[in-house]
């Protein structure tokens, strides 16, 4: 685990464009002198605009997986002024990096934040090996430094392990088939980048039309499987309550039924317990005009909580 500039008070514009702004700074209502945690931190396009309503006096907490998203992220944060700690790690190891911060995690936050998925930064860089738009090794770790790339678990996952993988987090009907062409494929040559998995998948499931790629599923299913996305997510939001402060309120954008849909059932299971209460703006999609700005907002969905006693 790495600190990146513990606590910061350095003068950088940003210039990126944060998935429904607007709405969140609305649910999470920053304030002078809170403590507030963006755990998706990327490119740091919503810490800059938490980071500066939360001064003076507050502290932004912003974790990422992703050591080139920090740097980023730091360049972007140093212009704003006030108190930041960026931490490397992955949001469901939350306690023990905050803890590394210099903060006790106990009902320590007044917000928080996760924007799931991909970054736009991971996503349009070829060599990241995350889309199948321009040629790439078959990456798709979110840490470079994690054991094991999307080509190695290719290489030694059993077919019907792949295929259950590709049916379930790619939520793809033709899992059966494109496992099984992968499973002959590999054994003439180990698959090692994006373009040739985007063809063979497309050889087999043509477009027909269809506006997606017929390997976005496929693609979608190995990038959950190699960053352990869903699992992060799930130990995570079972213990928001430990890190909320009474009234504290946390934001989830996800992209994808898989990730909403879990975030949907804790809310409403953590609610029914009695640690959550619903925010009156807490179930929103982005606007027409964001969607013409930036395409890759289409299919957000924000969702929001407060925790009770506040």
């Known amino acids: 685990m790495r600190e990146y500039s513990p606590l910061n008070r350095v003068n950088v ?22 403590t507030m945690l963006d755990g998706t931190l990327g490119l740091g396009g919503h810490a800059v605009e938490l ?17 080139e998203a920090l740097e980023q992220a730091s360049k972007r944060l140093s212009g704003v002024g006030g108190e930041y700690r960026l931490l490397h790690g992955t949001f469901d190891r939350m306690g023990e990096l905050l803890k590394e911060g210099g903060i006790a995690p106990d009902a320590a936050l007044d917000g928080m934040l996760l924007d ?6 991971q996503l349009d860089r070829a060599e990241r090996g995350f889309s199948f738009q321009n040629d790439g090794p078959l990456d798709m770790r ?7 790339s999307a080509a190695s678990w290719l290489a030694r996952v059993p077919v019907e392990e792949l295929s259950r993988a590709i049916r379930r987090y790619g939520e793809e009907p033709q899992a059966g088939r494109i496992a099984r062409a992968i499973d002959r494929r590999r054994k003439e040559h180990p698959i090692e980048t994006t373009g040739e998995l ?25 990038r959950i499987i190699v960053n352990r996305e869903l699992d992060c997510l799930e130990e995570t939001l079972g213990k928001l309550d430990r890190y909320m402060r009474p009234g504290g309120r946390v934001v989830v954008l996800s992209y994808h039924s898989l990730e909403d849909r879990l975030v ?3 809310f409403r299971d953590r609610a029914a317990e009695g640690f959550f209460l619903p925010h009156p703006d807490g179930l929103q999609r982005p ?11 289409r299919s957000a969905r924000l969702r929001a909580v407060v925790r009770a006693g506040g």
């Open 142 to 148: 979110m840490d470079p430094g994690a054991e094991e």
């Open 198 to 222: 985007a063809a063979l998948i497309e050889d087999l499931v043509p477009r027909r039309g269809k506006k997606i790629h017929p390997a976005t599923r496929t693609f979608q299913a190995i």
């Open 116 to 121: 799931l998925g991909v970054s736009s930064m």
């Open 13 to 34: 514009e940003p210039e990126h464009l944060p998935v429904m702004l607007e709405e969140t700074l609305l649910c999470l209502a920053p304030r002078p002198g809170e």
């Open 51 to 67: 980071l500066r309503r939360l001064s003076p006096g507050g502290v932004l907490i912003g974790i990422d997986r992703d050591p």
């Open 264 to 266: 949907k059932t804790v």
């Open 287 to 297: 606007g027409e005009a964001e969607v013409r700005s930036n395409p890759r907002s």
